[in-house]
Nanobody
Framework: QVQLVQSGGGLVQPGGSLRLSCAASGDRISRYDMGWFRQAPGEERECVGTVTRGFEYTYPKDFGKGRFTISRDNAKDTLYLEITSLKPEDTAVYYC?????????????????WGQGTQVTVSS
């Protein structure tokens, strides 16, 4: 099975940018649909975006308006999330996840493997 280890994140000023990474071991990510999710304090976990093993991208809600970009590098077994023009409301713990089964890519319950989570705080 795959293990996911996240890096990046931290404290960022409003308007700034960052890139989160999610490195896999134990298996090749080419076998998995991958996704990024986030959970703000007191809120439910929500899907930021996904990329299937066939490189189909899904950005639900307002995440598709250009500030969030997901990419995957199968050669490096790494998933990335770039966020630009950061806002205080982007403050959350961000998680990467992998699933091998089919089904709705934005459904977090279908993902079997999760990274440890990375805190992103947007504040001046």
């Amino acid at each position: 099975q795959v293990q996911l280890v996240q890096s990046g994140g931290g404290l960022v000023q409003p308007g700034g940018s960052l890139r989160l990474s999610c490195a896999a071991s134990g298996d090749r990510i080419s076998r998995y649909d991958m996704g990024w999710f986030r959970q703000a304090p007191g809120e439910e976990r929500e899907c930021v975006g996904t990329v299937t093993r066939g490189f189909e991208y899904t950005y639900p809600k307002d995440f598709g308006k250009g500030r969030f970009t997901i990419s995957r590098d199968n050669a490096k077994d790494t998933l990335y999330l770039e966020i630009t023009s950061l806002k205080p409301e982007d403050t959350a713990v961000y998680y990467c996840a992998a699933k091998i089964r089919g089904g709705l890519v934005v459904d977090s319950t279908l993902y079997d493997y999760w990274g440890q989570g990375t805190q992103v705080t947007v504040s001046s």
